[in-house]
């Protein structure tokens, strides 16, 4: 069946179930923009609210934050502490803070997530969260 022939209707389509070929006005036409560009329209302007502005801006100034075991010179971070290591601990889930919420040092986030996990093992932090 090396050479099948196209039966075509008055239509213009072949058949078969394939689809009819595109009329030559159409194949000159740019294809529909899918969001390929993420620049969107770039005549937009400036944003309301931007670096200057105070309407619909940031409602408040971030202060950059710092390690509190190297502000206050803590070297060791004891796993007795309970009340220290509580406060790198979240309340609901009960999982470690990660240092860009705190601000602590790559260093001390080390020594304080094996201090955590020390204090668990011996119950004085909790696994998880407080029970509802």
Do not use: W
């Amino acid at each position: 069946m090396a050479d099948e022939t196209r039966t075509t209707t008055a239509e213009g389509s072949t058949g078969g179930g394939e689809r009819p070929e595109r009329s030559p006005e159409r194949s000159s036409e740019r294809p529909p923009d899918r969001g390929g560009d993420r620049g969107g329209d770039r005549n937009r302007g400036p944003r309301p609210g931007g670096p200057g502005g105070r309407e619909g801006g940031r409602k408040y100034f971030r202060r950059k934050k710092v390690c509190k075991f190297c502000v206050e010179k803590i070297d060791a971070i004891d796993y007795k502490d309970y009340r220290l290591l509580g406060q790198f601990v979240s309340i609901e889930s009960g999982k470690i803070v990660p240092r860009r919420l705190t601000g602590v040092c790559t260093p001390h986030q080390r020594r304080l997530s094996s201090a955590i996990k020390l204090a668990r093992n011996i119950a004085l932090l909790p696994f998880s969260g407080r029970a509802s």
